[in-house]
């Protein structure tokens, strides 16, 4: 069983509009939580991390987490083309800080 | 610039050869990861570093082997018993794993990507 799901996609999203990208984990004490950005070819980059329960903003980008839940969203306001890529949820699953990542979920942003 | 890099970009393989892929931070990070990233999948963890001269199987390290002899460095070997190695592989970074607040956070190098013949 996976610890980390994700829609793999594509999710087609019209320029402009806003992406809403989701993932779920299994483990009820993870505390820590990334989205990680990555282009076709190249490595991930990170887009943001969040702790606590919540939404936090950076620019465009919005995560959302629910620990009760145990999902973690993240949305992209404005999409533009160049947010077209797979977006990679990693979640920490042990003491020690242990990265389980999600397959990803691929993003097309259409003009 | 600070930053992980990682060489070469591309490698190839014969069947039977080990190849040793390099992984350099100058970011003074101590923990040091390698994945890997086979197409519509997620990464993989191969071997991790907390510390210099210390290192731990991850997920899938058969056919793999590390060495952390610096603080800078940490090399992977992907040796003949790995049976079906060609894969992106990732380096990765952090400054102190399993604490809150960003300093757990991993930042990757470049990748290889590696094709066997």
């Known amino acids: 069983q996976k610890e980390v799901e994700q829609n793999s996609g594509p999710l087609s999203v019209p320029e402009g509009a806003i992406a809403s990208l989701n993932c779920t984990y299994s483990d009820r004490v993870s505390q820590s939580f990334f989205w990680y950005r990555q282009y076709s070819g190249k490595s991930p980059e990170l887009i943001m991390s969040?702790?606590?329960?919540g939404d936090k903003e950076d620019g465009r980008f919005t995560a959302q987490l629910n620990k009760a839940s145990q999902y973690v969203s993240l949305l992209i306001r404005d999409s533009q083309p160049s947010d077209s890529a797979t977006y990679l949820c990693?979640?920490?699953?042990?003491?020690?800080?242990?990265?389980?990542f999600g397959a990803g979920t691929q993003v097309v942003v259409t003009p | 610039d600070g930053g992980i890099t990682q060489s070469p970009k591309y490698l190839f393989r014969k069947e039977g050869q080990n190849v040793t892929l390099s992984c350099e931070q100058n970011l003074n990070h101590d923990a040091m990861y390698w994945y890997r990233q086979d197409p519509g999948q997620g990464l993989r963890l191969i071997y991790y570093?907390?510390?210099?001269?210390?290192?731990q199987k991850g997920d899938i390290a058969e056919g793999y082997s590390v060495s952390r002899e610096k603080k800078e460095s940490f090399p992977l070997t992907v040796t003949s018993a790995q049976k079906n190695p060609t894969a992106f592989y990732l380096c990765?970074?952090?400054?102190?794993?399993?604490?809150?607040?960003?300093?757990?956070?991993?930042?990757f190098g470049p990748g290889t990507r590696l094709t066997v013949l």
């Open positions: 969040i702790y606590s329960n």
């Open positions: 990765a970074s952090s400054i102190s794993p399993g604490r809150q607040g960003g300093t757990d956070t991993q930042y």
């Open positions: 570093s907390q510390i210099v001269n210390d290192f």
């Open positions: 990693a979640v920490v699953t042990d003491s020690w800080g242990k990265f389980q």
